[in-house]
């Protein structure tokens, strides 16, 4: 195991050092990688941008009748500020993480064994994983940054110091781990190295498995912080900015990520394989915390939607039937009215009250 001293000089000195070490043949692949991603994420930012009026009032279609629509305002102030700012940042930049690992991974690997062969990196011959194997490391790779997003967003919405602290400390530790696994991993997995190993690797090794993603995300995460300031800007174009930022920081790291893992690969080698219960109580949690997170994610949508629809019905009082108590004669106070009330309900849902409450109010008075 290395130490932090010689973690912190790999990654201060020769890590940050290898954009400069680039020849000809990783240049026009880092190029390459910049073209394309700004291709993709461009096609993206337009169809997010260009189809953000659209998507919201699909949103607001499905919670909203017509006539409330002018709530959308409300709506999105809920979700920005029962989140603190960093964690919808964080959020973000994870995401343009899974982004680019979905629709760039092929020339991510590209770049990356490029460089390790241009470098003359002692790690041996190639060892890669099957197509297959490959395809189930990534699914249980998304499978874990959706588990681990929605449990930190659900933890961020309780009305609690504690949880607002909490979420943004977890946020910045999600981001940081999966900027360097995400970066550092195509190496390993180029000489047959899967996730449980790597994972085993980078948390013996702290400064590699935060500080490489604290230094390669800090400055998207100004930016980030700068732009949420910004009077008017919609979540969309939020994340449009951040996308493209993320995405050069990504292409730089890459060069570097390939330099750790490199350095690391030896341990890797070496490392001894997780035991079997150990590997079954990691699937269960994911599993459970995926499987619970979906759930009160899912629950919270489904609410507000059964909640919404006692807005949506057409109500009409029966008079016919109307019966009064009073309550006392001489002040004319009512002390009871009971009517009938007719609900006409047009829409394809039923009608779910819950356990609601009906307040009327008028000049802050509530009756």
């Given at each position: 195991?290395?130490?932090?001293?010689?973690?912190?000089?790999?990654?201060?000195?020769?890590?940050?050092?290898?954009?400069?070490?680039?020849?000809?043949?990783?240049?026009?692949?880092?190029?390459?990688?910049?073209?394309?991603?700004?291709?993709?994420?461009?096609?993206?930012?337009?169809?997010?941008?260009?189809?953000?009026?659209?998507?919201?009032?699909?949103?607001?279609?499905?919670?909203?009748?017509?006539?409330?629509?002018?709530?959308?305002?409300?709506?999105?102030?809920?979700?920005?500020?029962?989140?603190?700012?960093?964690?919808?940042?964080?959020?973000?930049?994870?995401?343009?993480?899974?982004?680019?690992?979905?629709?760039?991974?092929?020339?991510?690997?590209?770049?990356?064994?490029?460089?390790?062969?241009?470098?003359?990196?002692?790690?041996?011959?190639?060892?890669?994983?099957?197509?297959?194997?490959?395809?189930?490391?990534?699914?249980?790779?998304?499978?874990?940054?959706?588990?681990?997003?929605?449990?930190?967003?659900?933890?961020?919405?309780?009305?609690?110091?504690?949880?607002?602290?909490?979420?943004?400390?977890?946020?910045?530790?999600?981001?940081?781990?999966?900027?360097?696994?995400?970066?550092?991993?195509?190496?390993?997995?180029?000489?047959?190295?899967?996730?449980?190993?790597?994972?085993?690797?980078?948390?013996?090794?702290?400064?590699?498995?935060?500080?490489?993603?604290?230094?390669?995300?800090?400055?998207?995460?100004?930016?980030?912080?700068?732009?949420?300031?910004?009077?008017?800007?919609?979540?969309?174009?939020?994340?449009?900015?951040?996308?493209?930022?993320?995405?050069?920081?990504?292409?730089?790291?890459?060069?570097?990520?390939?330099?750790?893992?490199?350095?690391?690969?030896?341990?890797?080698?070496?490392?001894?394989?997780?035991?079997?219960?150990?590997?079954?109580t990691a699937y269960l949690t994911l599993i459970i915390t995926l499987s619970i997170g979906m759930?009160?994610?899912?629950?919270?949508?489904?609410?507000?939607?059964?909640?919404?629809?006692?807005?949506?019905?057409?109500?009409?009082?029966?008079?016919?039937?109307?019966?009064?108590?009073?309550?006392?004669?001489?002040?004319?106070?009512?002390?009871?009215?009971?009517?009938?009330?007719?609900?006409?309900?047009?829409?394809?849902?039923?009608?779910?009250?819950?356990?609601?409450?009906?307040?009327?109010?008028?000049?802050?008075?509530?009756?």
């Open positions: 195991m290395h130490s932090l001293k010689k973690q912190s000089l790999v990654l201060l000195v020769h890590a940050l050092g290898t954009i400069a070490t680039h020849r000809k043949s990783s240049f026009i692949a880092l190029s390459i990688y910049l073209l394309a991603g700004g291709f993709i994420f461009s096609g993206l930012i337009y169809l997010g941008i260009s189809h953000q009026d659209e998507l919201k009032k699909l949103l607001l279609d499905y919670l909203f009748p017509e006539s409330w629509h002018t709530v959308s305002t409300q709506l999105i102030a809920f979700f920005y500020d029962s989140q603190a700012k960093s964690v919808l940042v964080n959020m973000v930049l994870s995401g343009s993480l899974v982004v680019a690992s979905v629709f760039l991974f092929p020339l991510k690997e590209w770049y990356s064994a490029r460089f390790e062969k241009e470098q003359n990196y002692p790690n041996g011959n190639c060892n890669p994983l099957n197509l297959w194997m490959q395809g189930l490391e990534e699914t249980r790779l998304f499978l874990f940054y959706l588990a681990s997003q929605l449990a930190i967003l659900w933890i961020g919405y309780y009305p609690y110091e504690w949880c607002n602290i909490l979420s943004v400390f977890l946020s910045y530790i999600f981001l940081f781990y999966t900027f360097s696994l995400d970066l550092i991993a195509p190496t390993f997995q180029r000489h047959g190295i899967k996730y449980s190993t790597i994972n085993q690797v980078l948390l013996k090794h702290p400064i590699y498995s935060l500080g490489f993603g604290l230094v390669y995300s800090l400055p998207a995460i100004l930016i980030g912080r700068w732009i949420t300031q910004m009077e008017n800007i919609s979540f969309i174009e939020m994340s449009s900015w951040l996308f493209a930022i993320n995405l050069i920081f990504i292409a730089l790291a890459v060069p570097a990520g390939t330099l750790i893992a490199s350095t690391l690969l030896a341990t890797a080698r070496t490392q001894p394989n997780l035991s079997k219960s150990t590997k079954i759930l009160l994610h899912g629950r919270l949508i489904q609410s507000m939607h059964h909640k919404s629809q006692v807005l949506k019905v057409e109500y009409e009082l029966s008079f016919e039937d109307i019966a009064v108590s009073w309550k006392a004669l001489r002040d004319l106070s009512f002390g009871e009215i009971e009517f009938t009330l007719k609900i006409n309900n047009s829409t394809p849902f039923d009608l779910n009250f819950e356990n609601s409450t009906l307040r009327l109010m008028k000049n802050e008075q509530t009756f």
